[in-house]
T-cell receptor
């Protein structure tokens, strides 16, 4: 099966600009997660979609970040306006529904590296 | 205090060596435990789940001590291809965000010829 696909792989923008990251999960995976790793820190949870619904967005840093998953397929994460501290690698991951089916077994995408100058 | 703490290393070992990584977690309600592996500039990949009874997968052995809130990973007969960052990961009980993972900062392993 195809893996989790993320686009772009690398984006360089100036402070104040807008960037939209896209994630295509594995087909049939209802759960979609966004994580982020900033320089020198551990990978941190941002939010969780179940199909098109936000299940948990407790990790979103602030209201400059907006995530959507229209139709329950691909997801986008928009940062507007971007700040210097938003630089890092944004990972998307997906999993099946139900703990017995491996809901806690995540497949990660290769990540989108964001550099804000 | 970080929720999941690991010795960042780096660990530099020769091929064939045995190396052990340790990890502690602070939330006693943590429910599931994993070791992930991350190669340089790549995504994290699940290496193995960790069960209370301990489990083995080839050259890799994972142990969990719930009383001490401690997780370990042992790699025997190290290969050059084992060079990577090893991430200790936990999830918490309750709710339905089974994939809401809490990561440690990772332990860097370099295996040299």
């Amino acid at each position: 099966e195809a893996g989790v696909t993320q686009f772009p792989s690398h984006s360089v923008i100036e402070k104040g600009q807008t960037v939209t990251l896209r994630c295509d999960p594995i087909s049939g995976h209802d759960n979609l997660y966004w994580y982020r790793r900033v320089m020198g820190k551990e990978i941190k949870f941002l939010l969780h979609f179940v199909k098109e619904s936000k299940q948990d967005e407790s990790g979103m840093p602030n209201n400059r970040f907006l995530a959507e998953r229209t139709g329950g397929t691909y997801s986008t994460l928009k940062v507007q306006p971007a700040e210097l501290e938003d630089s890092g690698v944004y990972f998307c991951a997906s999993s099946r529904s139900g703990l017995a089916s491996g809901a806690n077994v995540l497949t990660f995408g290769a990540g989108s590296r964001l550099t804000v100058l | 205090r970080k929720e999941v703490e690991q010795d960042p290393g780096p660990f530099n070992v020769p091929e064939g060596a045995t190396v052990a990584f340790n990890c502690t977690y602070s939330n006693s309600a943590s429910q599931s435990f994993f070791w992930y592996r991350q190669d340089c500039r790549k995504e994290p990949k699940l290496l193995m789940s960790v069960y209370s009874s301990g489990n083995e997968d080839g050259r890799f052995t994972a142990q969990l001590n719930r009383a001490s809130q401690y997780i370990s990973l042992l790699i025997r007969d190290s290969k050059l291809s084992d060079s990577a960052t090893y991430l200790c990961v936990v999830t918490h009980a309750g709710g339905t965000s089974y994939g809401k993972l809490t990561f440690g900062q990772g332990t860097i392993l370099t295996v040299h010829p």
